[in-house]
Structure formats: C-alpha cells, structure tokens
C-alpha cells in the first residue's frame, strides 16, 4: 500500500518546538511535490505548507509563515515540518501529503496519496 506515514507529532507548550517527519511506503515520492495539511474537529483541512519536488518554491500559510519551515531530504526520501514559536491554534493532526505533481501546490484535490496523520497539542 502506498501512504506516507507522520512521525514526531506530541504535546509541547506555547512557544516551542517540534519537528515533524514523513516517509514513503511503498513507492518514492521523490518527483513529486509534498505538502502539510492540518485538520481540527469539526473544521475543514487546512493547508499548511507545499514544497516543489526539487525542494524549492515553498509556499506556507499566512498563519505559519516565519514560524514554520518546509524541506525534504531526497537520499532520505523524506519530508520534514520544522515548527518553532508554536501557539495554541497550532494544535491540530497535521498530515503529510503527496502531489499528482512537481509544483507545489495550497491545493487538497492535487494531491494523490495522504497520510494518516499525527497530533500536535500546544499547551499554555
């Protein structure tokens, strides 16, 4: 089965840190474009930040925007979401997800394969 899998979600508290990773399963995600979603209770998917498949044109929610950063690491075929300065509305299930495409992309319907998710609870 092909699905990227999340990892280093967990409870920190206003102002800090965590870093978050995705791999492949299954097949390279390495030409295509990845994104991070985040989704709460009872709201939409939200999109957080894209990344073209050379690693470039990040784009990111006005939300996060100097407060989060988007990189892959190709040997690794890995994709990261390094989070700094978090704040409460932070909290969410962020998922990584990969493109039909090269370009980065706000856009949900392009893309084709989501993981299943991992929890980020930011505390006061």
């Known amino acids: 089965q092909v699905q990227p899998v999340e990892s280093g979600g967990g409870s920190v508290q206003v102002g800090g840190s965590l870093r978050l990773s995705c791999v492949s399963t299954?097949?390279?995600?390495?030409?295509?474009?990845m994104g991070w979603f985040r989704q709460t209770p009872g709201k939409e998917r939200e999109f957080v930040a894209s990344i073209n498949w050379r690693g470039g044109s990040p784009l990111y929610a006005d939300s996060v925007k100097g407060r989060f950063t988007i990189s892959r690491d190709h040997a690794e075929d890995t994709l990261y979401l390094q989070m700094s300065r978090l704040k409460s509305e932070d909290t969410a299930v962020y998922s990584c997800?990969?493109?039909?495409?090269?370009?980065?992309?706000?856009?949900?319907?392009?893309?084709?394969?989501w993981g299943q998710g991992t929890q980020v609870t930011v505390s006061s």
């Open positions: 299954g097949r390279t995600f390495n030409n295509r474009a």
């Open positions: 997800a990969a493109s039909k495409y090269q370009s980065s992309s706000v856009r949900p319907y392009e893309y084709e394969y």
